[in-house]
């Protein structure tokens, strides 16, 4: 379950006061107070996601809006959006996403959200009183459907959108739909959920039985990090017949699991 906390970004420009109209010292305050920054009718909410590499951001205001999600796994992949240039000048920040309304900074694992969080604060600041376009250049490659005439691949992007990424983005992340190749379906990991240990438990105990549930011809599902590792694996049947058969060790395992828990509990 995520939690929530709100934060105070420490900015000379902004008038910075608690609800008790107190002045705001340095102090640090505990991780998990709950409070509101009021600046120029904007305040910025984090919330806790399943990967401990990953915090999602809430500024209270649309950021991609009904564009969907775009993921920038790397400094290279953000020059098409100045806030995502911005974040990525960070130290520690090593990948950004956004969502329609929020956006979750990765860190690297030698960071700290502590030091993190105030200049991530400020850039999201900054970007909006700048009145800059979220994105200098749409993105080509974002929100592949596959082929809208194959039954199947509709039938697993209905699911999608209504079923599965609304609560994926809840979490900070987002999967996007690579293709359906031989009975497997590849979806793509981003946000929070690149990288994420939870990752696998999402695939196999949530997305592969709802997909397996309502479409027969669905036989498994896949994880990949982007667009281009699912065409190579589809271009070499080896490679994939590898991918394919360490998730499905990974299902067993969970499978496993699950069993023990239920003979514990009985």
């Not at 520690?92 to 860190?107: C, H, L």
């Not at 009183?129 to 250049?137: M, T, V, Y």
């Amino acid at each position: 379950v995520s939690t929530q906390s709100t934060e105070v970004i420490k900015m000379r420009c902004f008038q910075k006061t608690l609800l008790t109209n107190q002045p705001l010292s340095f102090r640090k305050f505990p991780r998990f107070t709950s409070f509101k920054l009021f600046a120029r009718r904007l305040f910025i909410v984090t919330q806790d996601t399943p990967n401990p590499e990953s915090l999602k951001f809430i500024p209270g205001k649309a950021v991609l809006g009904e564009k969907g999600t775009i993921d920038f796994p790397d400094s290279k992949a953000a020059r098409r959006s100045p806030l995502a240039r911005q974040l990525f000048a960070i130290s520690g920040v090593e990948r950004v996403f956004f969502g329609p309304n929020f956006v979750t900074i990765t860190k690297s694992q030698d960071s700290d959200f502590e030091y993190i969080k105030p200049p991530v604060f400020s850039a999201i600041m900054e970007f909006y009183s700048s009145g800059q376009n979220i994105l200098s250049e749409e993105d080509p490659s974002n929100n592949k459907q596959g082929d809208p005439d194959n039954e199947i691949v509709a039938m697993i992007n209905e699911l999608l959108e209504t079923r599965i990424r609304p609560s994926v983005q809840d979490d900070g992340g987002d999967v996007q739909f690579a293709g359906f190749n031989e009975g497997v379906v590849f979806l793509i990991m981003q946000g929070s959920c690149s990288g994420c240990p939870s990752s696998a438990v999402t695939l196999q105990q949530g997305i592969d039985r709802m997909l397996k549930y309502w479409i027969p011809e669905v036989q498994g599902v896949v994880g990949v990090d982007s667009y281009e590792e699912y065409l190579k694996l589809i271009n070499d049947p080896q490679k994939k017949k590898e991918k394919v058969s360490l998730e499905k060790v990974s299902y067993d395992q969970l499978e496993k699991v699950e069993q023990n828990v239920k003979k514990m509990e009985d």
